[in-house]
């Protein structure tokens, strides 16, 4: 209950900061380098919206680990308190804090499940983690030794800071290089995924649905770090580096996805297939900068809302079933209407099935990468990229709905005994994230209008 209301209360930040951020108004702190603006309050909102149904879940299906309930109750809100403060960080110092933060969260949060093997997960992701962490430090660091300047806005702004930086590009890339690899581990991306499908099957459903969240802040983060380099020093060094990695993770995360049989680590490949399309579109940073912005920050908090009823309706199916195989799976959908009904549409905006939001959010993901490529002279490569984008969405097609006749159509291959749904507080969070990925596909302009770059 404690912790239901206080995700409620934290609705109410970000919520009563929309007219104001959408009116082009500014609200900052002085001295802590925090700040809402309107490139980042749709991304608060949608964060604590998030949290908050996922906290209505958790109502229904926690049943305990090994952290104490109060103890839970304060790494869940601290973990909020985090990716706030990420969102809203323009510091270098203090996003790398709020980033260790959250990830350290996480780790305690998927070492809660009393099993062995979320312990070895928590064990593994803690060893990338704390690698990557060094790179975001050595980031940092090289870009406050080499200006002075802790405050991203300042080292745009400032032409002194922006010429120390322009003449040493070596040094301005090897910071980029470093932000891209030490956050990319922390969100999962490609080459640095490898605590990820070891996490999701380990950790309890209910911190499944908390930390399907995070990529959104620490997405953000990345080009909130990145961007104002590409600013300061155009290098087609750093848009391959960005799109390089949104594309392997694109085509890596939908083929290894295909081939899982356990629906956990199938949700966790498609995750990062996810998360390489919402860096490929923040990254198509010239000449129209401000456009992949918006189309990155739509398209990333889209496929999160769907990404987290999916992932709360596989938590459900686990809750009734006890088993993540869907080979021994079947006819669900008798027993479990409702979970099947969130499930599909959820899975259906992933892949871009229209009206859900994900159609919209890969249609201008589609239509912006071809002019992107297009109007920088390679109409071969735009083509070519259109028609990978365009496959890999067929591919997530037949993953997720072939997961769906497995999981809820045809015979169980097995004797597994459900009796019914799961209860209301587990469905109804699943069902309103449904919703709403069927609202933002018919009037995209709700979130779109929330959204433009600083």
């Known amino acids: 209950i404690l912790l239901l209301i206080s995700a409620a209360l934290s609705l109410v930040p970000p919520l009563t900061m929309i007219p104001y951020c959408a009116a082009g108004e500014v609200l900052e702190t002085t001295g802590l380098g ?31 680990g090994r952290l104490k309930p109060g103890v839970y109750n304060f790494f869940l809100l601290l973990f909020l308190c985090c990716m706030f403060g990420l969102l809203l960080s323009y510091d270098l110092f203090g996003l790398f804090l ?13 070492a809660h499940n009393p099993i062995k093997a979320s312990t070895e997960a928590a064990f593994k992701y803690l060893i990338i983690t704390a690698i990557s962490a060094l790179f975001v430090l050595i980031g940092v660091l090289t870009i406050y030794i080499s200006t002075g300047e802790s405050n991203i806005l300042h080292l745009v702004s400032d032409l002194e800071k922006r010429i120390l930086l322009a003449e ?18 922390d969100v999962g991306l490609v080459p640095f995924h490898g605590w990820l499908p070891d996490c999701l099957p380990a950790s309890t459903i209910i911190v499944n649905g908390f930390t399907a969240i995070e990529p ?35 085509i890596f ?26 860096l490929f579109a923040l990254s198509l940073l010239s000449p129209i900068e401000a456009q992949s912005f918006i189309i990155g920050q739509f398209y990333l908090i889209s496929s999160t809302l769907a990404k987290t009823g999916l992932i709360l309706s596989l938590g459900s199916i686990y809750f009734n079933a006890k088993s993540t195989n869907m080979d021994s799976l079947g006819g669900l959908i008798e027993k ?18 229209p009206p859900m939001s994900g159609f919209y959010a890969k ?43 497995k999981i809820f159509l045809g015979k169980s291959q097995t004797n597994i005994d459900v009796k019914g749904d799961v209860p209301i507080l587990m469905w109804l969070p699943t069902i309103i994230l449904a919703a709403a990925t069927l609202v933002l596909g018919i009037r995209p302009d709700l979130l779109l209008r929330l959204i433009s770059p600083i």
Do not use: W
């Open 216 to 250: 959104i802040p620490l997405i953000l983060a990345l080009y909130r770090l990145v961007a104002p380099l590409y600013r300061i020093y155009p290098s087609n060094v750093i848009l391959a580096l960005m799109l390089g990695t949104g594309l392997i993770s694109i």
């Open 336 to 353: 479990m209407d409702k979970t099947a009904l969130s499930y599909i549409i959820c899975a259906f905006s992933l892949t871009g099935i």
């Open 34 to 64: 925090l700040r809402a603006d309107s490139s980042n309050i749709a991304a608060l909102a949608g964060t604590a919206i998030l949290f908050f149904l996922v906290s209505i879940y958790n109502m229904g299906a926690e049943k305990g």
């Open 363 to 405: 249609l201008l993901l589609f239509s912006f990468s071809y002019k992107f490529f297009h109007e920088n002279g390679n109409s071969n490569l735009a083509i070519l990229i259109i028609v990978l984008l365009v496959c890999i969405s067929i591919i997530s097609f037949v993953f997720l709905t072939r997961s769906f006749q």
């Open 98 to 110: 709020f980033v260790e933060m959250v990830i350290g969260v996480s780790i305690i949060l998927v």
């Open 168 to 185: 040493n590009p070596r040094l301005l890339l090897f910071a980029a290089a470093c932000f891209i690899i030490g956050l990319g581990a």
């Open 253 to 278: 995360g939908a083929l290894m996805a295909y081939s899982q049989k356990d629906f956990f680590r199938m949700f966790a490949y498609c995750s990062i297939d996810e998360y390489g399309h919402s």
